[in-house]
């Protein structure tokens, strides 16, 4: 069976003041996002749609007139964002269930092989490549430390990896007692992440526990970080 996904639909009037680089807009996790006009939504149009072939689970990114988005085709797609026309794409080595990371002129995604790829946004060029144990099912968020950035992203493995986003050299690493599924929010200072151990764990920019929050069952979602709450 074939997958239609339906990427984009706008009115001419409809633009956001911001790019939406990463899962949920921001790395608060907030899903807000501000635009100068709001649309009518009983007369949305269809602009374009682009045959993924296979599942798409993760949400699109866009900066400028680029949009990307991975499928379980293992194929990591870069699109026109007025078109819906494809500018290239890279072929991974399994399923990209995940949305992926802009920052600046790098895009990152992983795969259920337990690859996180780093890619040149214009040429789809790897730049570098982080090979885990277990699969990566969330996406990556962003954290920023004294002016250089960071991926901050959890495994099946079990753990919460925090890499340079420029090298994807380990700052550190976190470990539960089950797995990662979803993404980390990220709020001043802070990140919260719930895992399948039942638990939400929050820690600081350096990876160093401050609390932790038994809810009894398995987290599978990614919370949200509002004015220090969880």
């Known amino acids: 069976m074939k997958y239609i996904i339906l990427i984009y639909c706008v009115l001419s009037n409809f633009t956001f003041a911001d790019d939406w680089t990463i899962f949920r807009g921001k790395p608060d996790l907030r899903s807000v996002q501000n635009a100068k006009h709001m649309p009518n939504l009983k007369k949305l149009k269809k602009v374009w749609e682009f045959n993924a072939q296979k599942t798409v689970n993760g949400t699109v990114v866009i900066k400028g007139d680029h949009l990307f988005v991975g499928s379980h085709t293992n194929i990591f797609h870069c699109l026109n964002r007025k078109t819906g026309k494809e500018i290239w794409q890279f072929k991974s080595e399994e399923p990209i269930d995940g949305s992926a990371l802009i920052i600046g002129e790098k895009v990152f995604f992983a795969n259920s092989s337990g690859s996180l790829y780093c890619l040149a946004t214009k040429t789809g060029k790897v730049i570098w490549k982080k090979s885990l144990d277990d ?11 004294k002016k250089k950035s960071y991926l901050v992203f959890g495994s099946y493995d079990g753990s919460l990896y925090c890499l340079d986003a420029d090298t994807g050299k380990e700052l550190w690493k976190m470990e539960s007692s089950n797995y990662i599924n979803g993404t980390p929010a990220i709020a001043d200072g ?4 719930g895992g399948c151990d039942s638990n939400i764990y929050v820690l600081d920019s350096a990876g160093k526990e401050h ?18 709450h969880i």
């Open 211 to 228: 609390a932790k929050f038994s809810l009894g069952a398995y987290i599978a979602g990614s919370a949200a970080l509002v004015d220090g």
């Open 135 to 145: 699969k990566i099912m969330g996406a990556a968020n962003r954290l920023d430390i």
């Open 190 to 193: 802070k990140i919260a992440i």
